[in-house]
């Protein structure tokens, strides 16, 4: 199944060093600059969008270890995201999305009304050096009983706002992952995709902790009991 390979998939592109997704990505941007159905506007919004959401994940912090031991606060990538936007709207809002849920660390499904656009975006991710496994294609025929029957982290939709409630209440009801619709409404400012803080939508916070000392952080406890 599809969601088998990709979670396996997605697991190896969020370990990918976030310097070497982002080295794929601005590889993208220089393809679709070059091809006249995606533009300079695509590969403008590629740019910004990783110039903006490498800051936000790429710092690890470290948080107080009350008992000697080291914590660190990262970012990873929440899954696998359907991205999807309906037949009218801007190329480049699109792009924008699909960058951000490859920064983060997801993998991709892309269902839109354009089956020769979703391949030629496939296939310039692929030539820019994505996994294979990684991006995926669904027919948007499919589109409502993949939501129900996959296990996804989110939805990513630009378009009409008839098809953002539709899309809000497939996944209000859906059994499962819970997962969270990302939408974009603004069709000519992109208020929602070109905020800040937009990449912060697709990730999960991690903490890793590393404790070699003794309870209370006294290593000497240690040798307590251990004879001569």
Same mark, same amino acid.
């Given at each position: 199944m599809v969601k088998d390979i990709m979670k396996q998939a997605q697991k190896l592109w969020n370990d990918t060093l976030l310097e070497q997704r982002s080295e794929y990505l601005l590889k993208?941007?220089? #393809?679709?600059?070059?091809?006249?159905? +995606? *533009?300079? #506007?695509?590969?403008?919004?590629?740019d910004y969008q990783v110039q903006q959401g490498f800051p936000l994940i790429n710092d690890r912090q470290l948080m107080p270890g009350p008992t000697g031991e080291s914590n660190e606060l990262y970012s990873a990538g929440r899954g696998m995201f359907l991205v999807s936007a309906h037949e009218g709207a801007p190329i480049e809002g699109l792009i924008g999305q699909i960058c951000s849920v490859l920064l983060a660390g997801n993998s991709l499904v892309l269902s839109t009304m354009q089956p020769s656009l979703m391949m030629d975006i496939k296939s310039s991710l692929l030539a820019? *050096? /994505?996994?294979?496994?990684?991006?995926? /294609?669904?027919?948007?025929?499919? #589109?409502? #009983? +993949? /939501?129900?029957?996959?296990?996804i982290a989110g939805v990513a939709y630009i378009g009409e706002q008839k098809m953002i409630n539709t899309l809000d209440s497939l996944l209000a009801y859906k059994e499962g992952l819970l997962a969270q619709l990302i939408f974009e409404a603004d069709l000519v400012n992109f208020s929602t995709i070109t905020a800040p803080d937009y990449i912060l939508r697709f990730i999960s916070e991690r903490t890793r902790t590393i404790n070699v000392t003794a309870v209370g952080g006294n290593a000497t406890l240690l040798a307590l009991g251990s004879g001569d």
């Open positions: 993208w941007a220089n #393809l679709l600059a070059s091809q006249a159905e +995606f *533009g300079s #506007l695509s590969a403008q919004m590629v820019a *050096g /994505i996994p294979e496994n990684v991006v995926a /294609i669904t027919p948007y025929s499919e #589109l409502e #009983l +993949f /939501i129900k029957t996959q296990e």
